[in-house]
Each structure stands twice: as structure tokens, then as C-alpha cells.
């Protein structure tokens, strides 16, 4: 026969938390086997009831992704699978391009301007990348995940663009890097990929060095111009990068130039013949107000800055007008405690 404290540990061990509608009542138990409760049950089971906003990363309704490898984007690749890149720049969208699907989550230098208002990539340090990466992390689950190395943190000499890729690895958690450069950086792709860590690399038009570039410009658009984004994506394909962005080249240029390749092209403003696309989030989701200058290559998908306008409009009339917080927002106490409270209150 069993002792009590033998079938309390039982049953504390196979109970799961029934929901509970009510905000104010305690959880309630049933001892039960997991697999034969419905799946949202068991998804909700390890969920951990809060009165603060601040909770932890939640569950989704979907079951989990097999997390993405080299392997697997290098197998998307052989079977002409378009690879799906987004970027992130925090928690909240990373969390979000991770639940969406997406094959990739690039930490970028464009959160320079799309997170921190600076006017362009140049003025973002390792520190405030690093400071990304970590809460993008957090939030990625299965997308594999690139850093993007700053300017001046990579350029010096290949040493120095180790030391700041092992930076990126073990504190920012990231999975690989990436860095901007054709001919010039080859020493360097391969200084990184030699110690292990993954680099994609990126051609064609690259920002950080739009002053030498005269803006922001589309490149390959003569047969000179081409040539030598062709020949600075074959340096660094050799070098060991895993992929290139290939960034603002016209479409017929780029497919011919991810043909010669034995590498993923990830096209940005780049045309449909590259291996996989890649999108600044803020600019596809449309968090911005109206007005903003939106690049040519970038398809708008929704509106977050309307949708987010409105919401926040409509919470600063109910909490002027006090229709905030309603009845079924705020916490209950007893009659009794509360009269308690009024008398001892009066007392003082």
C-alpha cells in the first residue's frame, strides 16, 4: 500500500494545470496522463500563471521547428528550394521571423537606423550589435542565425576581424557572421571560417561603404561593372563563405552570376534568380509612418505603424476618458479585507 506522501509525489508529478478563465481564481489540478489530454492542454501545461507584464517567451499553437543547420540551408540549396531570409533586430522580431517560418534571422547593421535613429550603418558599434544579437537569440528558436559585423570592426586585418567574429559567437550567441567585401576580404573569410565559425559574406552594392561607392547605387549595370561583382562573388565563394547577399544588382546580372556559383546568392533588390531573398523587417511590415522613402526592391506586406498608431490612439482616449482599465482589468479583494483596510486607514 502506498504511503500518502508516495501517491502525493504521483500525483504532482502527472497533474497539469486546467485553464483557468478567470483572473482572479487559483489554478486548478487533474491528475492526469498528458497524452490524453488535447494538445492545447499539454501545450499550455508548463505555462506559469503571472500578474506582470514581463513573461517569458510563450507557446505557440504550432508544433516546434527542426532547428536550421549549414546542412539544411546547404540542402535547400541543392534542391532549389528558395531560402528565406528576415531581419531582427530584438526580441519581439526575432520572435516573431522565427514563428513565421523564416530560414535565416540576419542581425543586421541597418537596426543602426531602423532601432537606433542614426542616419546610416557607419555609426553602429560592436557593442550595440552585440547587445542585438543576444536578445535576438533569445527569441530564435530554429531560424539559424547571422550577425552583421560593423564597419571598423573587420577591415584592419583578418586577425582583427576574428577576434570580433569570436565576439559574435560567444557573446552575442549568434550562429555566423557576416561581413561586406569581395577580392579585398577573401584573406579574411577564410581567417574566420579556418577557426570554425561560418561567414556569409555579401557583394554588389555594400553600405558601408556607399561614400567610396558615391551612394547608395546599383552595381553591375555595365558589362565592366558586372564583371567584377562576378569576380569578387568567386573570391569569396573560394575563401569558405557559406553564401553571399548579393545587394542591388540588376536581375539578369544576379541570376547569371548565382549560376556560376556553388553557393547560395541571397538577393536583395536582385531580381527572382537568386537563391533566396533576404528584407529589412521595419521596411516589408511597414513600421513606419507615411512618407518614408521606401527603396524600389522592397514589397510592403502589411502596415504595423497604422495598426500600432491606432491601438496606442485608442488606449490614450479610454485612459482620458477612464473607459481604462474596465472591471475585467484590475485585481479583486475581499469585502471584508477591504473594509479592514478603510477603518485602519481612517485610524491614522
Known amino acids: 500500500m502506498a504511503s500518502r506522501r508516495q501517491m502525493a509525489q504521483y500525483i504532482s508529478r502527472s497533474r497539469v494545470p486546467l485553464l483557468c478563465l478567470d483572473m482572479q481564481c487559483t489554478p486548478v489540478f487533474a491528475a492526469a496522463r498528458p497524452s490524453l489530454l488535447p494538445p ?8 506559469q500563471k503571472r500578474s506582470s507584464s514581463h513573461s517569458p517567451l510563450g507557446t505557440t499553437t504550432d508544433p516546434p521547428r527542426k532547428k536550421v543547420t549549414l546542412a539544411g ?3 535547400l540549396y541543392r534542391k532549389g528550394e528558395p531560402i528565406t531570409v528576415m531581419t531582427a533586430h530584438d526580441f519581439p522580431s526575432a520572435h516573431v521571423a522565427d514563428a513565421a517560418g523564416m530560414d535565416v534571422v540576419l542581425v543586421g547593421d541597418s537596426l543602426a537606423m531602423v532601432a537606433l535613429g542614426m ?18 537569440a533569445r527569441a530564435t ?16 586585418s ?23 567585401g569581395g577580392k579585398e576580404m577573401a584573406p579574411t573569410i577564410r581567417k574566420i571560417t579556418q577557426a570554425g565559425i561560418p561567414v556569409l559574406a555579401h557583394v554588389g552594392l ?4 556607399q561614400n567610396a561607392l558615391g551612394g547608395f547605387r546599383v552595381q553591375g549595370k555595365t558589362s565592366k561593372s558586372a564583371m567584377k561583382v562576378l569576380e569578387d562573388a568567386l573570391a569569396v565563394q573560394e575563401a569558405g563563405c557559406f553564401g553571399m547577399v548579393l545587394e542591388a544588382v540588376p536581375a539578369e546580372v544576379a541570376s547569371i552570376i548565382t549560376k556560376k556559383l556553388s553557393v547560395p546568392t541571397i538577393g536583395i533588390g ?28 522592397v514589397k510592403q506586406y502589411g502596415n504595423v505603424w497604422a495598426e500600432s498608431f491606432r491601438a496606442i490612439e485608442s488606449y490614450r482616449e479610454e485612459v482620458k476618458s477612464r473607459q481604462y482599465p474596465a472591471q475585467e482589468h484590475t485585481y479583486s479583494v475581499s469585502k471584508e479585507e477591504l473594509e479592514i483596510f478603510v477603518k485602519d486607514v481612517e485610524k491614522l
Open 40 to 47: 492545447l492542454w499539454q501545450r499550455r501545461a508548463s505555462q
Open 141 to 156: 528558436g530554429a531560424a539559424f542565425t547571422v550577425g552583421d559585423l560593423p564597419m571598423g570592426s573587420y577591415e584592419v
Open 206 to 209: 555594400t553600405p558601408q561603404r
Open 119 to 136: 542616419s546610416d550603418t557607419s555609426e553602429v558599434t560592436v557593442e550595440d550589435m552585440l547587445l542585438h544579437c543576444r536578445s535576438v
Open 73 to 75: 540551408l546547404r540542402s
Open 270 to 297: 536582385a531580381g527572382n534568380g537568386c537563391s533566396g531573398q533576404v528584407l529589412v523587417q521595419v521596411d516589408m511590415s511597414g513600421y513606419f509612418p507615411p512618407g518614408r522613402f521606401i527603396p524600389k526592391f
Open 158 to 180: 583578418p586577425e582583427q576581424a576574428l577576434e570580433t567574429a569570436i565576439r559574435f559567437v560567444k557573446q552575442g550567441r549568434v550562429q555566423s557572421v557576416k561581413l561586406e
